[in-house]
């Protein structure tokens, strides 16, 4: 059977929900009650740091074997044999590297992501800005790893997406917003075309939702995207 869901903030939950870089939790404070009232086991998992008001800035090798860890446990404690991952910006991109260098695909059933950072992001300038300075990267990585590996071009980021960007046995759903200030440009969200995988704009949906990145997991559209993500086959029509 599979785990009906997850938040993994950027952080994961299992289902499973994660968050973003840097992060704080209440993230995952709006969607994960709403999945659990739509009938959802719920696990949570906060990564990329152990203690502090921010995590998600660690090395996000290091945050993908902690998600493996957490979904091997939430596999044991549930008897699922797959999970769904819910994610939000690092939280939605970082578990592709699990799935994809760590055997997450045996035990992943949809990855759905939120505003994820999948082909990195200029933060706005400030990544193209440290990239263009000897040492830049390095000095804005400092206190926060996960900040540099989401910088468009980055090391991380290149192995990430060699090759395939997607694993065959695995369903992938990127939901973006174009009004998103941290993902700069919004469309690095958006996952190589196949038959698995499912890019969402918002606007797309509903032109007048003007939802930004922070926002986006508090947003009632975006909620109903991954509920209809996550169970298809009783999917509903958005209301804008």
Same mark, same amino acid.
């Given at each position: 059977?599979?785990?009906?869901?997850?938040?993994?903030?950027?952080?994961?939950?299992?289902?499973?929900?994660?968050?973003?870089?840097?992060?704080?939790?209440?993230?995952?404070?709006?969607?994960?009650?709403?999945?659990?009232?739509?009938?959802?086991?719920?696990?949570?998992?906060?990564?990329?740091?152990?203690?502090?008001?921010? =995590? /998600?800035?660690?090395?996000? *090798?290091? +945050?993908?074997?902690?998600?493996?860890?957490?979904?091997? @446990?939430?596999?044991? #404690?549930?008897?699922?044999?797959?999970?769904?991952?819910?994610?939000?910006?690092?939280?939605?991109?970082?578990?592709?590297?699990?799935?994809?260098?760590?055997?997450?695909?045996?035990?992943?059933?949809?990855?759905?992501?939120?505003?994820?950072?999948?082909?990195?992001?200029?933060?706005?300038?400030?990544?193209?800005?440290?990239?263009?300075?000897?040492?830049?990267?390095?000095? =804005? /990585?400092?206190?926060?790893? *996960?900040? +540099?590996?989401?910088?468009?071009?980055?090391?991380?980021? @290149?192995?990430?997406? #060699?090759?395939?960007?997607?694993?065959?046995?695995?369903?992938?759903?990127?939901?973006?917003?174009?009004?998103?200030?941290?993902?700069?440009?919004?469309?690095?969200?958006?996952?190589?075309?196949?038959?698995?995988?499912?890019?969402?704009?918002?606007?797309?949906?509903?032109?007048?939702?003007?939802?930004?990145?922070?926002?986006?997991?508090?947003?009632?559209?975006?909620?109903? =995207?991954?509920?209809?993500?996550?169970?298809?086959?009783?999917?509903?029509?958005?209301?804008?």
């Amino acid at each position: 059977m599979s785990a009906r869901s997850a938040w993994v903030r950027s952080a994961s939950s299992a289902s499973n929900r994660n968050r973003g870089s840097p992060s704080r939790s209440p993230n995952r404070a709006a969607l994960a009650p709403r999945l659990k009232k739509a009938g959802y086991c719920v696990f949570a998992l906060n990564h990329g740091g152990t203690s502090g008001p921010l =995590l /998600g800035t660690d090395d996000m *090798a290091d +945050s993908a074997r902690r998600l493996a860890d957490f979904v091997d @446990r939430v596999r044991a #404690a549930t008897g699922a044999v797959k999970v769904d991952l819910v994610g939000h910006s690092q939280g939605g991109m970082m578990p592709r590297h699990y799935i994809k260098n760590l055997g997450g695909a045996a035990s992943v059933d949809k990855l759905i992501a939120l505003t994820p950072s999948n082909h990195g992001t200029t933060f706005s300038g400030l990544g193209l800005l440290a990239l263009a300075i000897p040492g830049g990267t390095a000095v =804005l /990585g400092s206190g926060c790893a *996960a900040c +540099s590996q989401q910088l468009i071009g980055s090391d991380f980021l @290149r192995d990430l997406n #060699a090759g395939a960007e997607t694993d065959p046995g695995v369903t992938y759903t990127v939901i973006t917003t174009r009004y998103d200030e941290v993902v700069t440009p919004y469309t690095s969200a958006y996952l190589d075309a196949a038959p698995n995988v499912t890019n969402v704009k918002l606007q797309e949906v509903c032109p007048a939702e003007f939802v930004d990145h922070v926002g986006i997991s508090y947003n009632d559209l975006a909620t109903r =995207l991954v509920l209809n993500a996550l169970d298809p086959a009783h999917a509903q029509r958005p209301t804008c």
